[in-house]
């Protein structure tokens, strides 16, 4: 089992829908999570850390299940502009290297 | 702007030619990082850094060697480059799951 996975997609939504992507993991010990976008020949940037008690940023809400081990990511009223992919990083605690997973495309249409 | 500059961004090279990358932060960060990124891989660690003169193996490190001199720069050595080298390459700084990514390079070995 990968340490980290996500559903690679695409996610295919009009503009205006709701979409959400999970991303599970294996290690228990992990104690910081994180959503990453990346677009389409870009580096990936921060969008989000993600808190045990889940936290929001404009349209974008990040939960964390550590029961079920995995974290959401919740896009509302999506835009064009959120077609990218999103990555999903877990670090365990005391770890030096961060667990990408290989990310969810989305890709939102007129 | 701050942040992780890396160099070049386009390099071909033929097989059995050498260069070298370089990803300079100036984020006073003490961790630095080298990943590959393929068309359905996601990110893999090739080496790492988590001070000035130390490095270590990451996921797949064989073919790269890397250097950290100076705390703000991390460079990739590619001693003898092969095709399976094609791929693009991003350098990170920072720490427990935040990062900051330079804009990658684009590297062809024919």
């Known amino acids: 089992r990968k340490e980290v996975e996500q559903d690679p997609g695409p996610f295919n939504v009009p503009e205006g829908a709701t979409v959400a992507f999970n991303c599970t993991y294996s290690?228990?010990?992990?104690?910081?999570f994180f959503w990453y976008r990346q677009d389409c020949r870009k580096e990936p940037k921060l969008l989000m850390s993600?808190?045990?008690s889940g936290n929001e940023d404009g349209r974008f809400t990040a939960q964390l299940n550590r029961a079920s081990q995995y974290i959401s990511l919740l896009i509302r009223d999506s835009k064009l502009s959120d077609s990218a992919t999103y990555l999903c990083v877990v670090n365990a605690g005391g770890s030096y290297i961060p667990t990408f997973g290989r990310g969810t495309s989305l890709i939102v249409h007129p | 702007n701050a942040g992780v500059t890396q160099t070049p961004k386009f390099r071909v090279l033929k097989t059995g030619q050498s260069m070298t990358l370089l990803c300079a932060q100036d984020?006073?960060?003490?961790?630095m990082y080298w990943y590959r990124q393929d068309p359905g891989m996601g990110l893999r660690l090739i080496h790492y850094s988590v001070g000035e003169g130390t490095t270590a193996k990451g996921e797949v490190p064989d073919g790269y060697n890397v250097s950290r001199l100076k705390k703000q720069n991390f460079l990739l050595g590619l001693e003898s480059a092969a095709p399976s080298q094609t791929s693009v390459y991003f350098c990170a700084s920072g720490e427990q799951g935040l990062y900051t990514f330079g804009s990658g390079t684009r590297l062809t070995v024919v």
């Open positions: 290690n228990s010990a992990s104690q910081s």
């Open positions: 984020m006073n960060h003490e961790y």
């Open positions: 993600v808190y045990s």
